[in-house]
């Protein structure tokens, strides 16, 4: 992708969604935290219907904590990998009443030293929480980033850098989520419906897609 046609690529997405959030449902900095910890390799979807469940009974550290393993698991056990997921949540809970005053950090180093924690998480919580111009790519934004030519990279570590950098500051606090639902919804991985994309223009990916037969 051009450098001088990336303003118009964001400004394209932003017109279409001019406040993008996440589709993840919290109503707290520690739901958000929760949320996003359940939300590896499972889809928000699933996410959602758990802390449906979950967060009208337990929403703070302690609550959760209060719950126990085998309590919590009940309340998790349709998104995948639970056990593990559950008995980070608890380690997590422990360390933010213990170190935090049961408050979810504002520091990435902070963040990434939370079991379940890495990069990514930490960076939704960075942005979608606190509203820091930072960049978590999940497979989404690493598939948008490469396959349009915003910011190609070999791992998700180079995208985001690249990202960082090429993305107009005006945008970049959004950008995010943009891309994620661009990556969701109409860039998706098997074929993209390219007919169906308004920064078609701006897009490297050749050859485009074109809509099926009717």
Request: proline share 7%; net charge positive; with cysteine.
């Amino acid at each position: 992708m051009k450098t001088r046609d990336i303003a118009s690529f964001f400004a394209t997405l932003k017109a279409a969604n001019p406040m993008p959030v996440t589709e993840l449902e919290y109503t707290s900095v520690f739901e958000l935290l929760t949320a996003v910890l359940l939300s590896a390799q499972a889809t928000d979807v699933s996410v959602n219907q758990a802390t449906r469940r979950l967060f009208p009974v337990a929403n703070t550290p302690q609550k959760i904590l209060d719950l126990g393993l085998d309590r919590l698991e009940a309340y998790i056990k349709t998104i995948g990998l639970f056990h593990t997921k559950a008995k980070n949540l608890l380690a997590t809970c422990e360390i933010l009443i213990e170190r935090h005053g049961g408050q979810v950090p504002r520091t990435r180093e902070a963040l990434e030293a939370l079991p379940g924690v890495g990069r990514k998480t930490a960076n939704v919580v960075l942005n979608s929480a606190f509203g820091e111009a930072v960049m978590a790519v999940d497979t989404h934004i690493f598939r948008v980033s490469n396959r349009t030519g915003l910011a190609p990279g070999k791992n998700p570590l180079e995208v985001e850098l690249k990202l960082l950098k090429r993305v107009p500051r005006d945008y970049l606090v959004d950008a995010h989520h943009w891309l994620i639902l661009h990556g969701r919804y109409v860039c998706i991985a098997r074929k993209p419906l390219c007919w169906q994309c308004a920064v078609a223009p701006y897009c490297d990916y050749r050859p485009k897609t074109e809509a099926p037969p009717a």
